[in-house]
């Protein structure tokens, strides 16, 4: 018995050698294969991806160029945005593609430690505010003015709500004034917070599918909207300042200017690919597009990217050192 | 002291008759102190405690570059950990060593693992093993699979090294098993997004901080387990080894551990079992498998990919589990030479193929099935919310008012100083001097903490769900307990429950019920369910066949064997089932958070992603502690009055 | 060879205090918290006795055997072996006495589980350091000698109580111990197991010849097996003394109670049952040693027409007739 099966396990392993096929690493170096002589001067780019779709667009474009046009090698880390900062005193993180405001982190960061420096827009504008499903926005035109609200407080009322209107607020990512609006506003609403970004798309999005009436945060540049278009409740108009203490803000959100962090040693590093970084600019629309690729086609990242580059060279060209 | 003594000699229904007296009397107050003193505070608002644990953050951040701790300590730690994890990913996930694909591939992982399931438990395991290895390539999730596992052995493997010395410790000294226990507490209960950020500071953006992370949550089960069988080897053992002139060290490495083996490898499951639950959170920090696929799923709501990754974590996870469960069985026969060495030497043929050919190393791509299930999914989730919209919405809204409004009410809308009151007038007349002080105690904590209304909706809410776990619980429990048939039916499915991440089903939950409180309890109650129901089947299983068979044969019905046999006879093990589910749900009040539970589970969730905010979910993280604490104290304290009077 | 002299354990708080108390169990208890297992005991064993300690459970004779082999510190009082005080031997120089000259049976029988039979008999040896070949060698001569041949490679649980205590009394052997310590070994056996396994200590005994100190709570064990009987009740001991003087001359109204439902024709010999020969007595009859135990005398002395004479190097003691034969056997 014993050494019937010795011998039948020596057959299966000549039986298997003598009909292995391709052996690992005879095809051509695999993936490895795109480091090219450009590499050497390029390096190793550590670039942050935080946590949302719009900022992988971003940072799989940036990426796709980084790789395939200046030979570096990028290696992204999957962080969110604090944690991203943090890398910056770490040296772990080189580069932060989309950076909505923060401006304690820039104070920390940019101006005390001075360990991170801005490279500048990223031509995206970051909107946020009060949006409604667009079947509510054609039903109740005067909705999207917040003096109406009150009107329509009623509408909103949810198991959560108090008996008030439910404002569904978001991802505890972003800075909310929503509680100080609501009282200054005296606005017969109470916030409720959804928790999580996918937890808010997911009400939105069964909000305009079953006709359910929904008021909650949400902002713009982001993938959802590509696929249902929500319409923005208009509050008081922001001036400068008028945020400027959170417990009396009793206007809109400022617009963002989206832009672009980078680590001090890298921008110093000298390196094509903070080039890259400093020059990239793109629009709404452009990471509106990739970030549809990705979420509705299915597509990896890096396809969404080289789809979106194969059909605009002209914007990449501008971006090369 | 005196009025401890007092308190023994009051009689069982004089101590119940006061107790409901106080509650009596509080309930009567309520109404005309409704509304003062609730302490509530804005979601951008920050309280005292909040701005000083700031400044400590801002402290630690600072000394980062100056403390010696952080340069040489922690520093070499990080090198350690960082060099272990790419050597195991070198091995199995990543390519390595100047070759496009790690060490091994596909067929010798899954030979390997075949052969060890077999050698540690029997061959239906490694069978297991083998067709959930192959699964992963089949779902299209080798590599993420791979990159998981790595992980999780490096985090297991230090957690073994660090903890099964500890639990010894702690089962020869009675002092250090004390001194650890609060410890080991803290560590279990304390939400990880609290610490995931300051770890990335002090261990960077890497594979040591997820392996620390990880292990901050699953080391305590092996070190409470080791200590537990150490301690409970029978004196006789012991004795002989004594008797016969062991030293201490003998004694230890010939009798202790040995038997302590057993005992030893449960708590080794539960470590695995721990570590892959930490899975998707690690994956926060940029640890690389499964978890992260599940998190990009989930940013673009894709149901289907967050799902096929889920599934395979769940099937990582029942592999290890059955493996070091039949692993902790002994057996009685020895195998025959030749068989260990035929199975070993066909291993090591797979693997030396998977490290020559192509087609051993890589998955083939043809085999990927992962598409069809993701389809499938989606298809399902879509069915889902299209037939059960109207009956959740009327489920959710009726258990919210009815059952958690009331009592979330009466929590957040007293004030503070008449719950502690009550409070610990209830514990002090119910349960004594220790049980009111420890609650008084927790009481202080949360107002130090500066977050007394979110801790009471988030304590109602765990009050609700450990409620219907305890309900769902017991009667699957007693279900499992006395049908094998049912047994083997319900366990895989609560294996899945307990092991699929939350992030998985957030999706398709919110999508049923809103983002609500109602969906945080559901959450909770789906992850305690499990944990619950085993102990209740275990409990009901123990029961004396002839206590059962005594109440047959007296000619009582199932329900009355049931009601007043088995469930009395499994008081036990009843009583630690919900206290296990209890902590369950507690450990879910983060997930909660990012399902509309808002309150402490929110704050969490925010702090971790907030700069400004990060003080405060670290008071709301050790708000949850000291809930978790103080419950499971009242609950052990109840339990053991109740074990003492029935004596 | 084994000297036990004026020993106390007493567990409680500030149990040293309460040593030489008067007070009795239930009150030492209620004054001090403080029980006292093991009240003033003092005994020899001899080289190659039998010495039984027996009681109810909770009389302290499990303490006090584990006081022995300082299991359990003894409170106060003194143990030698040989003439050396265990009390206040080293750590190292107990070891050394427990590995060489002191061995124990268990009731649990404190097999370990996760070793067969084999290794399990040659566990002593193993700490002693002895080679492995050598001990394997050893440990199989001993397996055979309890009669468990063939059974090397099983494990503990797969072998019946009785086998298993085999293995416990093997492994005690196996060390050749000058003294074997025995804890109620055979409690949690079935009787006729329970039976076998006392031929089976009278056996050995009779092979090895070794001191032996067995704790029992049966009665019959004890007078099966004991050359000497101790008797212990609460702590103290009661009684000390041949297993026929225990039966013949109960120290007190308990033992009295205690030894009332022993067969006594099986323990008592004509020495407890003879009296002084009368002026009517024949002296003509058969004639029997003061030893014999009754019931071997019954047949004589029931088919004797006369009074058959109890007679010690060839003097006189006494006679037995029917009359006390049938007095003691009814």
Known sequence: MRTRVLALSGVILLSLSGCGGAKVGEQGGGGGGGVSAGGKACGTVNLAVNPWVGYEASAAVVAEVAEKRLGCKVEKKNL?????????????????????????????????????????????????????????????????????????????????????????????????????????????????????????????????????????????????????????????????????????????????????????????????????????????????????????????????????????????????? | MTAAVALRRLARPRRAWFVAAVLGAGLLAWPLLRGRDTLPLGGAELAGAHRFLNGAFEAVDASRNSNPVFLYGFNYLRLLLDTSTTFVQGLISQPAYGRPAPVLGWLGVTALATAVAWLAGNLRVALLACLGFVSFGLLGLWTEAMDTLALTLTAVFYSLLAGIPIGVAAGLRERVHRAITPVLDFMQTMPTFVYLAPLTLVFLIGPASATIATMIYAVPPVIRLTAHGIREIRPAALESGISLGATPAQLLTKVRLPLALPMIVVGINQTLMAALAMVTVAALIDAPGLGESVLQALESLDVGTAAAAGLAIVIMAVVLDRTTTAASVRRPRRRPWWLVTAVLAAAGIGAYLSFIYVWASTFPQAANFGPYVRRAVDAADAWLLDSAGGVTDLVRDRMTAWLLNPFQTLLTDAPWWWIATVAVAVALFGLGVRAAVLVGAGVAGLLVLGLWQDSMVTLAATVVATALTALVGVVAGVWMGRSSRADGTIRPVLDAAQTLPPFVYLVPVVGLFGATRFTGILAAVIFAIPVTTKLVAEGIRGVRASAVEASGAAGATAWQTIIKVQLPLARASVTLAVGQGLIYVLSMVVVGGLVGAGALGYQVVAGFSQHELRGKGLAAGLAIVVLGIVLDRIMRAAASRAGAQRA | MLDVDGLWKVFGPRAAAQVGTELSSAELKRRTGCVAAVRDVSFTVAPGEVFVVMGLSGSGKSTLVRCLTRLIEPTAGTVRLDGEDLGTASPARLRELRRHRMAMVFQQFGLLPHRSVLDNVAFGLEIRGTARAERHDHARQVIELVGLSGFEESLPEQLSGGMQQRVGLARALAVDPEVMLFDEPFSALDPLIRREMQNEVIRLHRVVGKTMVFITHDLNEALRLGDRILLMRDGAAVQLGTPDEVVGAPADDHVRDFVADVPREQVLTLRWIMRPAGPSDALDGPSLPPETVIRDAVHTVLSADRPVRVESDGSLLGVVTAAEVLETIA
């Open chain 1, 80 to 321: 969110k945005e604090e944690v991203s900062w943090q890398g910056f005193a770490t040296g772990e993180v080189d580069a932060v593609i989309e950076n909505w405001g923060h401006p304690d982190l820039k104070k920390k960061y940019i101006e005390q430690q001075k360990v991170a420096v801005s490279a500048g827009s990223t031509g995206n504008k970051g909107i946020i505010g009060w949006y409604v499903p667009p079947w509510m926005a054609r039903k109740y035109p005067d909705i999207r003015d917040w003096k109406n609200l009150n009107k329509y407080a009623s509408l909103f009322e949810t198991s959560e709500s108090d008996g008030k209107g439910q404002l569904l607020d978001g991802d505890p990512s972003f800075v909310t004034n929503d509680e100080a609006l609501v009282k200054n506003l005296k606005l017969n609403y109470k916030v409720v917070y959804a928790g999580s970004e996918a937890a808010l798309i997911t009400e939105f999005r069964k909000a305009e599918k079953d006709k359910t009436p929904l008021i909650g945060y949400f902002y713009e540049p982001q993938w959802f909207m590509s696929e249902v278009k929500l319409v923005k409740v208009n509050l008081p108009p922001y001036k400068e300042g008028c945020d400027a203490d959170p417990e009396k803000v009793a206007c809109d959100y400022p617009p963002y200017d989206l832009d672009k962090i980078v680590s001090k040693r890298f921008a110093d590093s000298g390196s094509p690919a903070y080039t890259l970084i400093k020059n990239f600019k793109w629009t709404n629309d452009d990471q509106n597009l990739v970030a549809k690729y990705i979420t509705q086609d299915k597509l990896k990242p890096e396809e969404a990217a080289a789809k979106w580059i194969a059909a605009n060279e002209a914007k990449v060209k501008a971006w090369l050192p």
